[in-house]
């Protein structure tokens, strides 16, 4: 046979119907066929179709352990209902950043590499020495900034958390942060500004619009409640403030100003007290509620 012949490319095949069934029994024959040739192909294939092994059953020569595997059970075992995992971008404690008509960005799923993103941990504090805030930036390098920012003003613990939470934003944005994943202690600071939580009150409403401005100015943005224990770098910071003395100086040339100088009104300490017990009020009710919702959920899920 010639070189070029035994060489040659196979042909293109068609898919013919032998026999009617559900679903249909089919063979392929090739496609060059002249018409005449294909008919009588197909009829014959037709009439002995009855020959073809359509079925593993028809073919012995086949060793079983290629069409067949075991599955190993051990009966005495319960069965287990998987629970029902959440979205792998958002872990169950972190609270993914609401959309809103602000355009704030929001995270998803494809969260950049490490090499690209900040950290920032924030906390704030109020007590009979004074209010302040601690803040610690890391950036994609492991290099630490800390700042200890003492306010020159009455404020709620809620209050100096959004101070604290403004600050970092600023300090980040001029050192030029991009990504950035926000961690803080206080639950309702992180759920307000996921979207979780309402804010209720004045000074809340205008701190939560501060920040909704503030993250404009970011790519992207994680937020994420922790443990007040990892969270000790920013609470050190904090306690400095609050110890009476000096205001201690910052460690960057990062301007900042808190937002409560910009023409807050200055109220006295029984009106400070009064905003702390409403906002623990405020801060159990929404535990109350997220823990009345759960049960809901574990209900409806037994059903």
Known sequence: ?????????AEELEEVVVREENPPKTVKIGSTLAPEHKAMLQKVLRNYNDVFAWSYGKMPSIPPNLAAHQLKVDPTFKPVKQKRSGNPGFPHEEEPIVQTDNNIPVLGEEWPPSACIWTLFVDGASNQHGCGAGIMLIDPEGV??????RFEFRATNNETEYEALLAGL??????????????????????????????????????????QQAIKAFQMIKI???PRGANHRADVLTKITTGGGQNPPRESGCSFKPVKDLGWIEVEKEEIDRKEEEEEEEEEEEEEEDEEEEIEKKKRRSK
């Open 170 to 211: 600023t300090v980040a944005q001029e050192l030029g942060a991009q990504f950035l994943a926000i961690k803080s202690d206080s639950q309702l600071i992180v759920k307000q500004v996921a979207g979780s939580y309402q804010a209720k009150g004045d000074n809340m409403s205008a701190y939560l619009e501060k920040v």
């Open 224 to 226: 994420k409640q922790i």
């Open 144 to 149: 630490e900034t800390s700042h200890c920012i």
């Open 1 to 9: 046979m010639p070189e070029e012949e035994r060489g040659g490319l």
